[in-house]
């Protein structure tokens, strides 16, 4: 291994224009798949955090599916859910008193306004982020709807001041007590509410109009608590369902497909260019071969086996290879340092994971023993006395 190492590191040097072209194809390679395997990992892990954060096996009825029904068109056809009442409080409180147990273990009602959102029973399904300062609602102050709000890191008063605990805060013209502040959150990918700028406030408080409501449930069943919902709008067993039952996972279903595709496409990108660095890798070789036919039948006449030749020439074509593969994974890490420096795409955890590294190794180990093959194989059936003399 020694030997094949400095032998390919001596055809760094040999013909130094030849050899960094053919590396440069490996590396640009590299670099493509990497950077897509990369970009699909701080994808997914944005999102999972995004789940982490909001509950993503949160059950959420509603109005409106998150899925979208298209008709033969590919048009989405809104006007069938236009028609459709809001979830009410009527329903909420129907699935609090038949439901808890078998069909779900929590429940919450969320009304969804333009300046505050108001909560009322579990309203911790709504948001998970833990509290900075202050203490959350009580029962109390749920059920009599008192004047009180808790509030994102980034919530400000009127004189543009972040808020404190115990700061009066006014919404909709109502005088509002702050009595908690979450922790700052940041960017979520998955959360439909902006924790940093939430403001939770009793439901029954609420004075302005919402603009939507849900019931939220955890450890739901999906066909108990439909037909919970059947039952409680009198639906007979030919109608449709006129409400949606929806899960935040779904959404992660659904980007699985673009995540594969984006993969795929680093991929076919970066098999072009290894292409391009494998046929640099096996004219290189050839070229190798060619200056060192003596070489090749001394040792055979030394009594080197063609195996030895074989695995001589192979070896170095690996080696070159995962040069490139390495020169490819570095550029790709010193681009990420980039874009931390520069404070872009911060939004993404964009960290070199170890498979995507591997993978990017892996393959530039795989394109180096193909290529290398045939050079090596024409090595290894060289006659000795042919080879001395030539």
């Known amino acids: 291994m020694g030997d094949i190492l400095a032998q390919a590191l001596r055809e760094l040097g040999a013909d130094r224009f030849r050899t960094r072209l053919s590396l440069l194809g490996v590396a640009v390679g590299i670099f493509s798949i990497v950077t897509a395997l990369t970009l699909v990992d701080a994808v997914q892990q944005s999102i999972r955090e995004g789940f982490s954060a909001y509950g993503g096996d949160v059950l959420f009825v509603e109005r409106m599916p998150l899925e979208p ?36 273990t929590q429940i919450a009602f969320v009304r969804y306004g333009a300046s505050c959102t108001g909560v009322a029973g579990a309203w911790r399904l709504l948001v998970q982020q833990p509290l900075a300062a202050g203490r959350g609602f009580t029962e109390r102050e749920l059920s009599s709807g008192a004047a009180v709000v808790l509030v994102g890191a980034g919530v400000k008063d009127a004189a543009d001041r972040p808020v404190r605990c115990g700061d009066p805060l006014w919404i909709d013209g109502v005088h509002y007590e702050v009595i908690g ?31 939507r409501s849900s019931i939220l449930l955890s450890d739901a069943d999906e066909g108990k608590v439909r037909a919970l919902m059947r039952a409680c709008r009198r639906l007979t067993p030919l109608q449709r369902d006129d409400f949606a039952l929806n899960r935040l996972s779904f959404l992660l279903d659904e980007m699985e497909h673009l995540f594969g595709m984006i993969a795929k496409l680093g991929w076919i990108v970066g098999f072009f260019s290894l292409l391009v660095g494998g046929f640099g ?49 570095a550029l790709v890490q010193t681009a990420l340092l980039a874009l931390r420096v520069f404070d872009i795409a911060s939004g993404l955890p964009l960290t070199l994971s170890l498979r995507a590294a591997l993978s990017g190794l892996t393959a530039a180990l795989v394109i180096g023993l193909l290529f290398g093959f045939v050079p090596a194989r024409h090595a290894a059936s060289l006659p000795p006395a042919a080879a001395i003399t030539s």
Request: glycine residues 8%; proline residues 3%.
């Open 181 to 211: 502040i979450f922790e700052k959150a940041g960017t979520n990918s998955v959360c439909t509410v902006d924790i940093d700028q939430v403001r939770l406030v009793p439901e029954k408080a609420m004075r302005a109009q919402a603009l």
């Open 281 to 329: 890798i096996a004219n290189m070789m050839y070229v190798s071969v060619a200056e060192r036919r003596p070489q090749i039948g001394i040792c055979r006449a030394l009594g080197a086996r063609c195996r030895d030749i074989l695995v001589q020439f192979l070896g170095e074509a690996a080696v070159l290879s995962m040069l490139g593969g390495a020169a490819g994974v």
């Open 69 to 104: 029904d298209l008709d033969d068109e590919g048009r989405f056809c809104w006007w069938k859910y236009a028609a459709r009442p809001e979830v009410s409080w009527r329903e909420y409180r129907y699935l609090e008193e038949q439901g808890p147990g078998e069909a779900f």
